[in-house]
Antibody, heavy 120, light 108 residues
Framework: QVQLQESGPGLVKPSQTLSLTCTVS??????????WSWIRQHSGKGLEWMGY???????YYNPSLEGLLTISVDTSKTQFSLRLSSVTAADTAVYYC????????????WGQGTTVTVSS | EIVLTQSPATLSLSPGERATLSCRAS??????LAWYQQKPGQAPRLLLDDASNRATGIPARFSGGGSGTDFTLTISSLEPEDFAVYYCQHRGNWPPLTFGGGTRVEIK
């Protein structure tokens, strides 16, 4: 069964770029039918959809993050990645990667999440 | 932009009681609504898609209803493991994906 695992630094300095990778195991990222997604959650708050990418490279971003967020995919490594530039303390959150099923219209597989703190 | 409003923010109930959670959309979303459960320290888990289809492995005590702008998630008889936060989510045209603010179901 498909599993997702986030990886990346847990601490990022303000104004720098936050980079995370999600490794997909147990399945293909190139099969179509899914968008590969990033969602974050500030401490004690709700879920914020950040954006997602199709295996072909087509991307869709939350308008609130447009210009700051880049999502990319490496099908050969079955990975997709997030880069969030010019981070501030407000970007401190738990970051999840997830598989969005186009058939279900929902995210049916999630990573466990990784905590990123923005601090000097 | 479609906004999803969940109510109540917190629901205090006892095990065995029935829980009814609401998600209201700012405009019609047909039946394009999903529900998730999130326990502390865990990732969300998909419960329902298309407003009422239970995801794989989800117990029958979870049911969903509604269409258009008003949706409900019902837990027929709360088990101890059901005390958690529940989110609704819509997949639309733009923005592509929206979450509601969540409802916490806590033990009374």
């Amino acid at each position: 069964q498909v599993q997702l695992q986030e990886s990346g630094p847990g601490l990022v300095k303000p104004s720098q770029t936050l980079s995370l990778t999600c490794t997909v195991s147990g399945g293909s990222i190139s099969g179509g039918g899914y968008y590969w997604s990033w969602i974050r959650q500030h401490s004690g708050k709700g879920l914020e959809w950040m954006g997602y990418i199709y295996y072909s490279g087509s991307t869709y971003y939350n308008p609130s993050l447009e210009g700051l967020l880049t999502i990319s995919v490496d099908t050969s490594k079955t990975q997709f990645s997030l880069r969030l530039s010019s981070v501030t303390a407000a970007d401190t959150a738990v970051y999840y990667c997830a598989r969005f099923s186009m058939t279900l219209g929902a995210m049916d597989v999630w990573g466990q999440g990784t905590t990123v703190t923005v601090s000097s | 932009e479609i906004v999803l409003t969940q109510s109540p923010a917190t629901l205090s109930l006892s095990p065995g009681e029935r829980a009814t959670l609401s998600c209201r959309a700012s405009q019609s979303v047909s039946r394009s609504l999903a529900w998730y459960q999130q326990k502390p320290g865990q990732a969300p888990r998909l419960l329902l898609d298309d407003a009422s289809n239970r995801a794989t492995g989800i117990p029958a005590r979870f049911s969903g209803g509604g269409s258009g702008t008003d949706f409900t998630l019902t837990i027929s008889s709360l088990e101890p493991e059901d005390f958690a936060v529940y989110y609704c989510q819509h997949r639309g045209n733009w923005p592509p994906l929206t979450f509601g603010g969540g409802t916490r179901v806590e033990i009374k």
